[in-house]
Structure formats: structure tokens, C-alpha cells
């Protein structure tokens, strides 16, 4: 099965140093959650492959020293206009993959900062999801999340109207939401869960396979604002 956790947020200045930071915070709590997701034995830190515009790919060790040399390299790439980003990927036990691409630290009004991290495990095994999202909201501080898959998406666009082409916002069966956004989530939508470094909701919107009940979601949440876009041009990081 394959699943997503993704967060985006709005223009945040960040030095290649704070984004170091945060990637390193992260890919060091994953061998924990993911165990299986990894090729080093138990304990250990994973190496990563890390995958470029142009060239071939290579191998990077998730030290402070490396993803630092790593995102200096792409923030002062030609190809770069704003903030700096990686692509990673790991491959595990038979049937377990995972890859992550981010881009933090840019100011640009127009284009959104993110961070998306797929899951790739046989069928039926346990994959922490509410976890991994918390985990992305502790360290990014996203304006919104959630953990989608290809089917939610596809049912998304076909009986509920949603259209990513036009920079529409959505939520999948877990979705995290900025104080500002919280504060808009209609009564009796989803389960709260915990709420991530203190700040935020997290909301259990349904169980998995149930696609009726998070097209459902969406809808309210759309209707009460909490999906709102960020305006155009962007002038702040979270709604």
C-alpha cells in the first residue's frame, strides 16, 4: 500500500543551518516509527539516497554536517529560486519503501513550502500514520497536513469536487490543522487526538477504507473555511 503525510505552509525565512535541523530532527525519529523502512540494523541511523534535479544520485548520512553541505548545494543551485529542499529515499524489507521531499526557508509569496513523505509497505501492515504526522507537525510547524492515498484523492475529485490544479487545499483520513485553522474545525468533525508540540489539531477524520466519510469531512471543513487557501500573494505562514 502506498500512503502520504504531507504538510505546507506559507513563506518562512530559514538559514541552511535551522533547516538542517529540522531534517535531521526528523530523519532521526523515522527509524523508530518505520522500522522496517530502513536497510541498518536496529539502532543504527539510516543511509540515505538522496536524488538530485540532474545526475546521479547519491548517498547521504543524516548528520547535521552532510544535510547541511546537502541543502547549502541546492539553495545556491541555478535551478533554485527560493529556499533549499532535499529528496530522499530509503529501501527496507521486501515491500517497504520510503521517500521524502521537502522545501523549507524560502519567502516566495507564490509558491507553497512543504513537506511529503510516502510510505511504501506490503498490505495489512501497521504503519504509525497518526504518528508520522504528528511528527511532521512538531518539527515544521505546517499551516496544514494530513495522510492521504490515491484512492481518497481520486474519490476527492469525484464526488466532492476538489481540484488540486487550482491550489485547493484538502484533508485525508488524519489531518492537522494551525491554530487558525483549528479554530475554524466545525463540531463533530473527526476525533481530536492529542494536539502536536501543543499547538494545532490533530484530527482522526476516519478509519481507513472509509472514503465516504472523509469525502464527507472535507466538505464541512471546506464549507466552515478551515481549507481556506493562504491569499495570493502570500504574506504570512499559516492562515
Known amino acids: ?123 495489512g501492515a501497521e504503519v504509525p500514520e497518526a504518528a508520522l504526522l504528528a511528527l511532521i507537525a512538531d518539527i515544521w510547524q505546517p499551516d496544514i497536513g494530513d495522510v492521504t492515498d490515491d484512492d481518497l484523492l481520486d474519490a476527492l475529485e469525484d464526488d466532492a469536487g476538489y481540484d488540486y490544479t487550482l491550489s485547493q487545499l484538502c484533508v485525508g483520513r488524519l489531518g492537522y490543522f494551525s491554530p487558525g485553522r483549528a479554530a475554524l474545525v466545525p463540531d463533530g468533525v473527526g476525533a481530536v487526538r492529542e494536539e502536536p508540540g501543543g499547538e494545532g489539531l490533530l484530527l482522526d477524520i476516519a478509519p481507513p477504507q472509509d472514503i465516504e466519510a472523509v469525502v464527507d469531512a472535507y466538505v464541512r471543513l471546506r464549507d466552515a473555511g478551515a481549507l481556506e487557501p493562504l491569499p495570493r500573494p502570500m504574506n504570512r505562514t499559516t492562515l
Not at 541543502?71 to 532535499?86: F, K, N, R, Y
Open 1 to 123: 500500500m502506498r500512503r502520504v503525510v504531507r504538510g505546507f505552509w506559507g513563506p518562512r525565512k530559514e538559514s541552511v543551518p535551522e533547516l538542517a535541523g529540522r531534517w535531521k530532527a526528523m530523519l532521526d525519529a523515522l527509524p523508530a516509527l518505520l522500522p522496517a523502512a530502513g536497510s541498518a540494523p536496529a539502532g543504527q541511523p539510516w543511509t540515505w539516497t538522496q536524488h538530485h534535479g540532474s545526475g546521479r544520485p547519491t548517498r547521504l548520512r543524516p548528520d547535521e554536517a552532510e544535510l547541511s553541505t546537502a541543502l547549502q548545494a541546492d539553495h545556491d543551485s541555478p535551478q533554485t529560486s527560493d529556499g533549499a529542499g532535499l529528496s530522499l529515499a530509503s529501501t527496507g524489507e521486501p515491500g517497504w519503501e520510503i521517500g521524502i521531499a521537502g522545501r523549507g526557508g524560502g519567502e516566495s509569496e507564490y509558491v507553497t513550502q512543504a513537506v511529503v513523505l510516502t510510505v511504501v509497505s506490503p498490505d
